[in-house]
């Protein structure tokens, strides 16, 4: 079975950097594109990063660039998002989540068929 | 987010509810995939509809899913107590800088 574990959250004073981790098993890892999805304390889901599968190709939304950086090591199978110049707003539980990929109309589509179980992520002073 | 949900749908058991994402010309709209995903309160997200209307092994043929021009639904027939949580819809939008975007969700109440 599929599994993914997320660490590296706490307590960070606005301005601090934290690095979260998330831990891979049960799949070819260096075969899939991997994503970081936030959710903010009774917020909805927010979409944060994804790195493809060698590390060639990132993105990232508008409200982290310059500030977050998404990377990966294939040879632990895992996943990392460095996270620099905290600010209130990106507290938040922290999930990593596999881009699964299916084929339809002549297009490779993606959605995230594997979660792990989050990380927290205070930004508090 | 640029995919719109209603907040909350509610029903009794044995009902259906039908649950919308209304998106645009740059997501939904240009003819890009909707997944729906259920989040049970205090658990992880997981996947329940992917490629508009395919479930994945496991999820019962209640759920199903529709798309049409820029918008999409999630329906659920035979409403149980235990599909009372979160939904969200999730596309891509071309006019971002990242490619995923997720719906704002909605709390489904069964009754």
């Known amino acids: 079975e ?23 098993s ?13 959710q903010a304390p009774g917020k909805g889901l927010e979409w944060v990063a994804n790195i493809n599968h060698d590390g060639s190709e990132k993105y990232y939304v508008d409200s982290v660039k310059g500030r977050f950086t998404i990377s990966r090591d294939n040879a632990k ?13 990106d507290t938040a539980v922290y999930y990593c989540a596999r881009e699964g990929r299916y084929h339809g109309s002549g297009t490779t589509w993606y959605h995230f068929d594997y979660w792990g179980q989050g990380t927290l992520v205070t930004v508090s002073s | 987010s640029v995919l719109t949900q209603p907040p909350s749908v509610s029903g009794a058991p044995g009902q259906t509810v039908t649950i919308s994402c209304t998106g645009n010309s740059a997501n939904i709209g240009a003819g ?37 021009d820029t918008s999409a639904s999630l329906a659920i027939t035979g409403l ?5 949580a979160d939904y969200y819809c999730q596309s891509y939008d071309i006019s971002l800088s990242g490619p995923h975007i997720f719906g704002t969700g909605t709390k489904v109440t069964v009754l």
């Open chain 1, 2 to 24: 599929v599994h993914l574990v997320e660490s590296g959250g706490g307590l960070v004073q606005p301005g601090g950097s934290l690095r979260l981790s998330c831990a891979a």
């Open chain 1, 26 to 38: 049960a799949f070819t890892f260096n075969t899939y594109w991997m994503t970081w999805v936030r």
């Open chain 1, 77 to 89: 199978n895992s996943l990392y998002v460095q996270m620099n110049s905290l600010r209130a707003e």
């Open chain 2, 32 to 68: 890009y995939d909707v997944h729906w995903y259920r989040q049970l309160p205090g658990a992880a997200p997981k996947l329940l509809i992917y490629g508009n209307n395919n479930r994945p092994s496991g999820v019962p043929d209640r759920f199903s899913g529709s798309k049409s």
């Open chain 2, 80 to 84: 149980q107590a235990e599909d009372e």
